[in-house]
């Protein structure tokens, strides 16, 4: 039971309209388990549903302003869900090469020498994508997706709310992952998931 789980939706979207991390983090606690499971039935990747979600919960933070309290939080999230898969597939049909390794990331998950070469490469610039986020967030960020550690644990070692570790997360994916769209390269973005397991599994 979050600490809000007594308010009503109303004043909960109300307080995430102006920004309340609280009231943000009840609503991710409570819908981002649903929102992966139905992006994982729209895309049939598992990692790729995974970054979808949290570009989910990244627009409602980002657009928070437009909330309307009034109106039912799951289908506003599930539109936010369809509309970043259809802009993903724009994406895909764009670049052919591209489409070529979503087939094979689905289907084979990459023979094992193309894999080692892939996430060399990948570590490189996700490393560099890490040293560039603001200090709180890059520690957060390493201690909880690097190493491993539960929100609780990082939260009794800094001295922070779980809910603010969780918006650092997220701030942090979506820095990242505008980093490596800089590049030019979506598929290094969208092996985000993979290569933070291979770091962690290789330091």
């Known amino acids: ?10 004043d909960l979207l109300s307080l995430l309209k102006h920004g309340d991390e609280r009231a943000f983090d009840h609503f991710y606690q409570l819908y981002s388990l649903p929102i992966y499971r139905k992006l994982l039935k729209m895309i049939r990747v598992d990692i790729l549903a995974e970054e979808l979600m949290q ?12 909330i309307e309290p009034g109106q039912p939080f799951k289908s506003y999230l599930y539109l936010i869900a369809q509309n970043l898969v259809h802009d993903f597939y724009r994406k ?38 890490i040293n560039q986020l ?22 009794d070692a800094l001295g922070i709310s779980t809910s603010t570790i969780n918006g650092h997360i997220v701030k942090a994916t979506k820095n990242i992952k505008d980093y490596m769209f800089n590049y030019q390269n979506i598929a290094f973005a969208l092996a985000l998931s993979t290569a933070i397991l291979a770091v962690a599994n290789k330091k």
Not at 2 to 7: A, H, L, Q
Not at 55 to 66: A, G, I, S, Y
Not at 141 to 149: A, H, R, S
């Open 55 to 66: 570009d989910v919960f990244v627009r409602v933070w980002d657009k928070r302003h437009l």
């Open 134 to 155: 603001p200090a709180q967030q890059k520690l957060v960020f390493n201690l909880c997706k690097i190493e491993g550690k539960s929100y609780e644990e990082v939260s």
């Open 92 to 129: 895909v049909a764009r670049e052919e090469r591209l489409q070529s390794e979503i087939k094979a990331f689905s289907t084979e998950l990459y023979l094992h020498t193309e894999e080692r070469l892939f996430l060399k490469e990948t570590k490189e610039i996700l490393d560099k994508a």
């Open 1 to 10: 039971m979050t600490i809000y789980s007594t308010y009503s939706d109303y």
